[in-house]
């Protein structure tokens, strides 16, 4: 049970509702004892300057949706938006259905910036056909409308609504600020619709928007946003997964990850179309998917404008064309970036079509020139500072593209080509730091220290670098299995009986606590205990008890330094803990009972670990019977 202070509360006569003075702080609760029933009510009553607190609950039915603020410059805000638990619990259910239409709020009176939602749970819109100038009714903005009206939305989670256009948030003609947002299971309409609108979208994680009928993650029409430090993750669109920009759109995306987005069409993680001109800076491109049009990293055809600076590209894939980057008619400069592992192997990385140049400059690109297909009518420029030499990244395959001491990329890029507005990496270090150890072999005015490609800096900073997980098998003896860390690929990192017990992490470099006592407090968990803190050289060892099954385990390091004193840089770790689940698809069921059937009487070795799900040292009828035991289970680690 919460106490809410409210100031001056509106007095209520007969119909009539008291505008509440201003500055005032108004509550409403689902079981209408608030300052007023609805959520709407105390919008009405509020004046500018005033703060609609929610209670925790589920909001429902009229005036707890299709939300109008009136132009007001008010907030309507939970208790506690800055706490992830309580943005759950406060809920505006809108139950929209194709027959009874709803959504959450719509913003329609030139609202600005200080018209404030932050810190609700949003879901179940469905956006009603209606004229937004376009001839026939659309059906737009499923959770959110925004028409001529910059509002700022930060701290929401907007889930599993649907439009047309925008399932989670539609912008027309504005220029709303949408920070440290969840936009997530949002299935027709994708995730966020700019048409003719320069939103700002920051801190956000934009995961599993669009069913590849139209958008996916973000779709920008005839609009300028600016897109920094988003996680845009798993969306499905027909064509650019994670972000397409269409129709001169020009937006500046930086520090953002694209990863395992998929396109019916092409780019997997971006796609830009039609003199569309993109500034991407610092991102990260990993394991994205494009159809038959290739460019699983990204594309951009029919006269696009491209700038590239300081990006990775790393795992995309392609059913057709190239693995990375394709273009039609189009016209790409690519600097201090790397490209690596597209996939299939023998496809191009870069395809240029009918009538594109691509300039290359200070980029590590693996086989060179030669993973370059340059098409009738197209241009390629090799220039100066390019390798085709291995980056020596981290951990590449768990998402971790820091550089390790002695890459070649340390040191070897175009400072000249860093854009002004971006002078911290993707990790929000400094951009320029120069590595005494490593020679300089890129380009910087005289005296200036020499940018590294790839999309993080490296500073001598001691970083994860790899994660395992180790169990006793019996007379096997203890046998690790390799966890991702952040990023990773793999749904389910822990998939033997009891959970995980004991995590080794593995570091670039020897390590210390910084209080000199390596203990607990080094270590936070998401769930379980920890129970014991190791550190030996560039290994720390975790002993860790009750951890839950079907559980997401976030692990997150802290207060560990080198011998220099500089701080611990890189990624939390977070995987899933599911027993049975041997093939990491997130469920325990018979296919993983069929591969230990596959392996049955096999001697239990480092290379076949997680199929002893029951620890005793034996592949055998055990292990499928406890899978059989489980078979249903499932989690999901985000």
Not at 119 to 124: E, M, S, V, W
Not at 185 to 198: A, E, F, R, T, V
Not at 214 to 224: E, R
């Amino acid at each position: 049970m919460h106490a809410y202070h409210t100031i001056l509360p509106a007095l209520v006569v007969g119909s009539f509702m008291a505008p509440a003075a201003a500055g005032t702080t108004i509550t409403i609760c689902p079981d209408g004892t608030g300052d007023y029933a609805t959520i709407q009510e105390g919008i009405s009553a509020a004046a500018a300057g005033d703060e609609i607190v929610l209670c925790e609950g589920v909001y429902t039915g009229p005036g707890n949706r299709d939300l109008d603020f009136e132009g007001k410059a008010i907030t309507v805000r939970s208790t506690e938006p800055g706490n992830p638990d309580v943005v759950e619990a406060t809920v505006i259910d809108c139950q929209g259905t194709a027959s009874e239409p709803h959504r959450a709020f719509t913003f329609h009176s030139q609202e600005t910036t200080s018209s404030v939602v932050s810190g609700l749970r949003l879901t179940n819109g469905f956006a009603p056909d209606e004229d937004i100038g376009y001839g026939s009714p659309m059906a737009v903005g499923g959770a959110i409308h925004c028409a001529y009206a910059s509002p700022t939305i930060t701290r929401c989670h907007v889930s599993n609504s649907e439009a047309t256009w925008g399932g989670g948030i539609f912008s027309l003609y504005g220029q709303p600020a949408i920070a440290n947002c969840t936009v997530s299971g949002n299935p027709s309409g994708g995730g966020i619709y700019c048409l003719y609108s320069d939103a700002t979208i920051t801190d956000c994680t934009v995961i599993d928007n669009g069913d590849g009928s139209s958008c996916g993650g973000i779709k920008c029409f005839a609009s300028s946003p600016t897109i920094a430090a988003c996680v845009i993750r798993g969306n499905w669109g027909h064509c650019g997964g994670g972000i397409y920009n269409d129709q001169g759109s020009h937006p500046t995306i930086t520090n953002c990850v694209l990863t395992r987005n998929r396109a019916n069409g092409g780019g997997g993680g971006i796609a830009c179309d039609r003199e569309s001109n993109p500034t991407i800076t610092n991102c990260v491109f990993h394991h994205n998917t494009a159809g038959d049009l290739g460019g699983g990293g990204a594309s951009f055809d029919f006269n696009c404008t491209a700038t590239l600076t300081n990006c990775v590209f790393f795992g995309n894939e392609a059913d057709e064309g190239s693995t990375e980057i394709s273009t039609i008619g189009s016209h790409v400069t690519l600097t201090n970036s790397i490209l690596w592992n597209g996939m299939p192997a023998q496809a191009p990385r870069i395809n240029l079509g009918f009538g594109s140049t691509l300039t290359v400059a200070y980029s590590d690109v693996e086989d060179g020139p030669a993973a370059i297909y340059v098409g009738d009518g197209s241009e390629l420029t090799w220039s100066d500072g390019n390798l085709d030499v291995d980056p020596l990244w981290a951990y590449a395959w768990s998402g971790n593209y820091r550089l390790l001491d002695g890459s070649p990329c340390i040191d070897a890029g175009d400072s000249t080509a860093v854009p002004p507005e971006a002078p911290v990496d993707i990790d929000g270090q400094d951009r320029f730091f120069d590595d005494p150890a490593t020679p300089d072999t890129g380009r910087a005015p005289e005296g200036s220290p020499i940018v590294d490609m790839g999309a993080y800096e490296f500073a001598g900073y001691p970083t994860p670098v790899g994660l395992v997980s180790r169990k006793e098998h019996g007379p096997a003896g203890g046998l690790d299995i390799v966890l991702p860390l952040d990023g990773g690929l793999v749904t389910t990192g822990e998939c033997r009986n009891n959970g995980p017990t004991t995590l080794i992490f593995t570091f670039s470099e020897p390590i210390l606590a910084e209080d000199g006592v390596p203990d607990a407090s080094e270590v936070g968990v998401s769930a379980g205990m920890v129970q014991s803190v190791g550190i030996a050289g560039n290994e720390l060892t975790i002993g860790l008890q009750a951890v839950p099954d079907a559980s997401c385990l976030a692990i997150h390091l802290r207060g560990l330094v080198d011998f220099d004193g500089h701080e611990l840089l890189g990624p939390d770790a977070r995987f899933a803990v599911l027993a049975g689940d041997t093939n990491g698809d997130g469920r325990t069921d018979l296919i993983d009972m069929a591969q230990v059937k596959s392996l049955n009487g096999a001697p239990v070795a480092t290379d076949n670990a997680w199929f002893d799900v029951n620890l005793d040292g034996h592949i055998d009828l055990i292990d499928m019977a406890l899978i059989k035991s489980l078979n249903g289970h499932a989690v999901a680690c985000p």
